[in-house]
């Protein structure tokens, strides 16, 4: 909301009374902030400035000319901290970490999607829609950005990461952030990327636990953990460390051998491009040929369905499946589900061969001729007892040969006399 340059309107000083009850707000809105943190933002005895912007909004300052907290509409009943504030005491809000590579985006004024957020093994914890949160990077404890989420954590352990996450309220550098005196926490802090921060006291306990679960992130659809107050942590599963992932395989293997189910062959995709290609595989043995051609659209949402993309002007097309690459004959061999009777695979495949037209694609284009009823006699009795009968050229070359020979007609060079 601070994108565009906002001129200040007005600018009066608090009463001691208003400070104090600024304060008050501040410890109610903020109940992470110690003692010494509301007396490092608010000291004794200094002035304590409100600003009302153009846009409604408004902001307070003190000690200068840095805007600490604003209101965004401007009503008096919400507050949140700016990136000034938020240097200060890094530890007001919860923290949600992002890539260092994603960073750009926020610091433009996008919106964080969820895709975007990096999951530390505990989870994201518990929130609700609505809630205020700041970002960060790991190696690098100083937020810059806050905002509102836009789902809760109960959506996204029902749904997955995926949609809006947190909805922009202020970042750095924005126009609200150039109101004060354009400082910046460390030398990580640059208008066009947030990097991490060296040296000591570069990162703090959740950036530790967001920068370990880089390490350990694995595409697995584990049971996600409770919280200690008994809610989903959302997404939780989508980083585990390599070690405890490997034990659980090897236990699921065992399971699987001792209750003689199903197991997962000792190739299977370690990578993900080796899960792409194999989702691509499996979702090929759905596509029929007279499907074609289809938009990758379709393919991924409807057939591999791992995928969802939107495609504004231009549009691919699946055009052809080469159904003799080894690649394809070696997964067919395997694609009938495990414990499927064999004496149904060939029934199955004779139904798909009876169902798919041919690969080629070509379509045979040959003249027809239809008598009238003056030259039906010409054809014989079948063209009378069939009105609709159809004749090809030879057909018809062959029928006025024979009805020449049997009316005994004579013929001028390549025209016929007919009787009638």
Request: charged share 20%.
């Amino acid at each position: 909301m601070f994108k565009k340059k906002t001129d200040v309107l007005t600018t009066r000083p608090l009463s001691g009374k208003d400070v104090k009850a600024l304060k008050r707000r501040v410890e109610v809105s903020f109940p992470d902030l110690i003692a010494d943190d509301l007396d490092a933002l608010f000291p004794a005895k200094v002035e304590v400035q409100l600003l009302k912007l153009k846009n409604r909004a408004t902001a307070y300052t003190c000690n200068g000319p840095s805007p600490l907290f604003f209101d965004p509409e401007g009503r008096g009943d919400l507050l949140v901290p700016t990136c000034y504030a938020l240097w200060r005491c890094p530890n007001i809000l919860e923290k949600l970490f992002t890539y260092s590579e994603v960073s750009p985006k926020v610091l433009g004024g996008a919106d964080l999607f969820l895709q975007g957020l990096i999951v530390p093994e505990g989870g994201l914890g518990y929130f609700s829609a609505g809630d205020h949160r700041v970002v960060c990077i790991p190696q690098n404890p100083h937020p810059f950005a806050v905002g509102i989420m836009e789902a809760s954590s109960d959506d996204i352990a029902r749904t997955g990461l995926k949609g809006k996450g947190l909805k922009l309220l202020h970042h750095y550098p924005d126009q609200l952030w150039a109101m004060g005196d354009k400082s910046v926490p460390n030398a990580g802090f640059t208008p066009g990327r947030i990097f991490p921060q060296e040296g000591p006291g570069s990162s703090d306990a959740g950036a530790t636990a967001a920068e370990t679960s880089l390490a350990g992130m694995s595409l697995s659809e584990d049971t996600q953990p409770q919280a200690s107050n008994g809610h989903p942590e959302p997404a939780a599963g989508a980083a585990s460390v390599p070690a405890a992932a490997e034990e659980a395989d090897t236990a699921a293997a065992a399971d699987a051998s001792s209750a003689g189910t199903f197991s997962a062959p000792a190739g299977h995709p370690q990578t993900q491009d080796e899960l792409i290609e194999l989702c691509l595989l499996k979702g090929l043995q759905s596509v029929t040929d007279e499907e074609l051609p289809m938009l990758t659209s379709d393919l991924y949402a409807k057939h591999m369905g791992v995928l969802g993309i939107k495609i504004i002007h231009k549009q691919d097309k699946l055009v052809s499946v080469n159904r003799e690459h080894e690649l394809y004959q070696a997964h067919t061999a395997d694609a009938s589900p495990a414990g499927a009777s064999s004496s149904a695979s060939p029934s199955a495949a004779a139904v798909r061969a009876e169902a798919a037209p041919s690969s080629s694609g070509r379509i045979s284009v040959t003249f027809s001729y239809r008598a009238p009823s003056s030259l039906r006699p010409i054809f014989g009795p079948s063209a009378e007892a069939d009105r609709d009968a159809l004749y090809s050229e030879a057909q018809v070359h062959q029928a006025l040969q024979n009805y020449q020979k049997q009316q005994q007609l004579s013929a001028t060079g390549s025209c016929i006399k007919l009787d009638r």
